[in-house]
C-alpha cells in the first residue's frame, strides 16, 4: 500500500555524534508509543464490529473493507467529508462505489471462496446490500437498530486513541486533545475516517505475519499489545511511570488462556495457533506464558510495521483535523 508523502515516516537525519543518536533515539521511543496506541485501536475496532457480524472475525474485517471501498474516495477531499459529518448526513447509497469481492478478498490475504462466503452471509442478514456492480454498506445499517448502539463505543475508543496521541505529543496534538464535542454532528465522519484507518493496519499486520491465517495474526497482535511489545522494543524507553502509566499498557508475560478470553476463541484454537506463532519465531514461551521475539531477526519486522503504522496514524490525525472531528487542547 502506498501512502501520500506528506505522510511518510520522517526519521531524524543521519550522521554521527551524541545528538543524532539521541535523536534516533527519541524517534524509535515515540513511535513505539504510537504504535502501541494504534494496535489499541485496532484492536478495539475488530472487537466492536465483531459483535455485530456474531462474533465472526473475518466478518469483521470485511465490514469496515465494504465501507471504505464504498466511500473512501469521498473522504479523499475534507471539504466534501465535512459536508457528511453527522449521521444524518451520511452519503447517500447512489453516491456509494460498489465494492468487489475479489478485490478485498485480496486486499485482506483472504481466500476468495472464503470472503464470498461470508459477504453473501452479511447480504442474506441484511448487513449488507450485492448490486450488479458489488456489494454496498447502506446508510439505513448504520443506523438501524443492530449498529447504531455500536457507534458511542468506536468514538470512545477513538477519543481514547486520540487523547493517548495527545499525552505523548504526536502529530501536533497535545495533552488534552479530543474529539469535538459534542461529537454526534461530527460521529459519521469520525467513524470512516478512523474505519479506514484500521483498515490499512489491517493490511500492514497481514504482511506482518505472511503464510499465516487471519486468527494467527490477530493473536500476535493481541499477544503483543498485552505484554506491551512495541513499547519493550524501544531500546532505551523511560521508566514506566509519567505518560506510560497513564496510557495504561501492561507488561510480562500473558497465558494463553487470556488471550483466549479477551478474543472470545475456544482456548484449544489459541493454543495451536500460539504454537505456530512460536514455532515461526514471533512469540516465545516463558514462565507465565508468552511473549513477543525481539531477536536480531525480528525486530527488523517490527520496527518497519512501526513505521508503517506511525504514516498511517499521522494521516488520519491530518484528516480528522482538517475535518473537524479533533480539536486540538490550548
Known sequence: MR????????????????ATGRNDAMTRIQRAKVAWLCVRLQLAYVEITRGLVDGDLVSSLLVPAILDANVGHLDADPDISRRHQALDAAYPDE???????????????????????????MVASGLLRRTQAGYILPAATLVSDGFLPSIPRYLDALDGFISGLGLIRA???????RLAHPVWPVAWAAMRLSTAHV???????????????????????????????QLRL???????????????PTFGPVRGAAV?????????????????????????????????????????????FEKRVQANARQLIWRLTTTGVVLTAD
Open 95 to 121: 453516491l456509494r462505489r460498489p465494492a468487489n469481492a475479489l478485490s478485498i478478498a485480496q486486499f485482506l490475504d483472504l481466500p476468495r471462496e472464503t470472503a464470498r462466503a461470508k459477504l453473501t452471509g
Open 234 to 248: 524501544a531500546s532505551q524507553m523511560p521508566a514506566r511511570g509519567g505518560v506510560l502509566a497513564a496510557l495504561g
Open 171 to 177: 502529530f501536533g496534538l497535545r495533552p488534552g486533545s
Open 3 to 18: 501512502l501520500s508523502p506528506h505522510v511518510a515516516d520522517r526519521e531524524a537525519p543521519a550522521g554521527s555524534g551524541w
Open 260 to 304: 483466549a478470553a479477551r478474543l472470545g476463541l475456544p482456548e484449544e484454537t489459541v493454543r495451536r495457533h500460539l504454537k505456530q506463532l512460536v514455532e515461526a519465531g514471533y512469540l516465545c514461551r516463558v514462565r507465565g506464558g508468552y511473549d513477543v521475539v525481539h531477536d536480531a531477526e525480528m525486530e527488523p519486522v517490527w520496527r518497519t
Open 199 to 229: 483498515l490499512r493496519e489491517t493490511a500492514y499486520t497481514r504482511e506482518l505475519t505472511p503464510g499465516m491465517n487471519l486468527t494467527a495474526c490477530y493473536i500476535l497482535l493481541t499477544v503483543s499489545q498485552s505484554v506491551g511489545g
